[in-house]
């Protein structure tokens, strides 16, 4: 019998220029072992960090036929992994996957903001249909920006207790998913982490990340398809979020010593073949 790759439909835009979205997440699952099926909700130049007046075209009218064009053809899913949705259409769309598969992970990254703002797509419409969203997924990985928005807490000016973290990795799971891990956390007790909570085992976890002084673009989505990966080729929450957390330190790393512009994202082709070792990991700890 033909081996049997794990499939995931992912619903992201695409950045032509700068490594985000969907141009880093496909070859980041492929090389995982993981068939990625891209679901374009929009069309972008380039990603809007910084180079001026963007070329967008937004596919929101694509979805619906392709989710419709897939279920005719029998194609099934193992995974649905949302990111950046350009509006509460689309995060309707996002929905209609989830109920045309519902025995598929469903895995949502709220993308709103970063870095205690808001991004200006993000509507009030929008914020409130991504709540709905989440409530509907089993894993979430928002940035510590997007948790606080969910959460309807205030950005934090200073690192957090790991008491606190806990608190909000419980709380943001009461909304509904039963797994959630948010990203870039200063923990007072700490460097900064990545922190995770399965609420099935009501176990928590942290990984710990190496600081450097440069922010790239299409980092969140890294991340979550490693995480994804992981999981779906058998990693357990904290193998996988370690997974993810170590690669991005060999990409970030990597690109930073060669002084790149940020803009660019990091270097992912440099990077890849990490991924491809399995590397065995046990820099995790309980929080």
């Given amino acids: 019998m033909p ?50 007046e963007v070329s967008c075209r937004d596919l929101t009218d694509f979805i619906s036929p392709c989710l419709r064009h897939w279920r005719q053809i029998g194609i099934t899913f193992d995974c649905i992994y949302s990111g950046f949705l350009c509006s509460e259409r689309q995060i309707h769309n996002v929905t209609e996957f989830f109920g045309a598969y519902p025995n598929a992970l469903k895995v949502v990254d709220p993308v709103m903001g970063d870095h205690g703002k808001v991004y200006k797509t993000i509507s009030p419409e929008i914020r409130a249909d991504m ?39 419980a709380r943001l799971s009461e909304i509904g998913p039963d797994t959630v891990v948010i990203t870039g956390v200063p923990l007072a007790e700490g460097r900064i982490s990545n922190l995770g909570y399965d609420k099935r ?26 995480l994804v990966g992981g999981l779906l080729t058998g990693d357990s929450l904290p193998l996988a979020m370690e997974r993810a ?42 929080l």
């Fill in 201 to 226: 085992h009501n176990s928590y976890w942290c990984v710990e990340c190496d600081y450097v002084p440069v922010s790239y673009p299409g980092t969140g989505d890294i991340y979550a398809s490693v």
């Fill in 245 to 286: 957390t170590r690669f991005l330190e060999v990409a970030i790393k990597t690109t930073y010593s060669y002084g790149t512009d940020p803009r660019e994202g990091v270097m992912l082709e440099s990077a890849l073949p990490w991924l491809i070792g399995r590397n065995i990991l046990c820099g995790y700890s309980s």
């Fill in 131 to 169: 709540a709905s969203l989440v409530a509907q997924a089993d894993i979430i990985t928002p940035n510590l920006t997007e948790a606080c928005m969910l959460l309807g807490t205030p950005y934090p000016k200073e690192p957090i207790s790991r008491y606190t973290a806990k608190s909000w990795l």
């Fill in 3 to 52: 081996h049997q790759f794990s499939r995931v439909a992912a619903i992201h835009d695409m950045s032509g220029f700068g490594r985000c979205s969907l141009t880093v997440i496909l070859p980041v699952l492929s090389v995982m072992g993981v068939q990625a099926c891209p679901v374009p909700t929009a069309v972008l130049s380039t990603h809007t960090g910084g180079f001026g």
